[in-house]
């Protein structure tokens, strides 16, 4: 059972940074994660794609981080980085770790911000202050 776990969340005021972190276990070189990325989703409001990076390294971002945004991963510690840096009050939400892990999902959807995964973390909150 693939379980990811996110770190990192806080509240901090508008212009500063927070980085976020994933770790991912419970799979297997016969389970590889394709594709792993983090969604954020605000009060009242639509789930948002913010960046997603495949198993090549490669990294797509949405339009409203790019940027500020970067996303990473570690391989040797199963762990993926969500670096944000100046922040605004729009960027708080719940931000949460994704993967994809099913060949059939990674072939279906692609490795970017809107892609369909196969796992959700539980989230951690960003809070931006003015």
């Known amino acids: 059972q693939v379980q990811l776990v996110e770190s990192g969340g806080g509240s901090v005021q508008s212009g500063r940074s927070l980085r976020l972190s994933c770790a991912a276990s419970?799979?297997?070189?016969?389970?590889?994660?394709?594709?792993m990325g983090w969604f954020r989703q605000a009060p009242g409001k639509e789930r948002e794609g913010v960046a997603a990076?495949?198993?090549?390294?490669?990294?797509s971002y949405a339009d409203s981080v790019k940027g500020r945004f970067t996303i990473s991963q570690d391989n040797a510690k199963n762990t993926q980085y969500l670096q944000m840096n100046s922040l605004k009050p729009e960027d708080t939400a719940m931000y949460y770790c994704?993967?994809?892990?099913?060949?059939?999902?990674?072939?279906?959807?692609?490795?970017?911000?809107?892609?369909?995964?196969?796992?959700w973390g539980q989230g951690t909150q960003v809070t931006v202050s003015s």
């Open positions: 419970g799979y297997t070189y016969s389970r590889r994660m394709y594709c």
């Open positions: 994704a993967a994809i892990s099913e060949i059939v999902t990674y072939a279906r959807t692609g490795c970017v911000p809107g892609a369909s995964f196969d796992y």
């Open positions: 990076i495949d198993s090549d390294g490669e990294t």
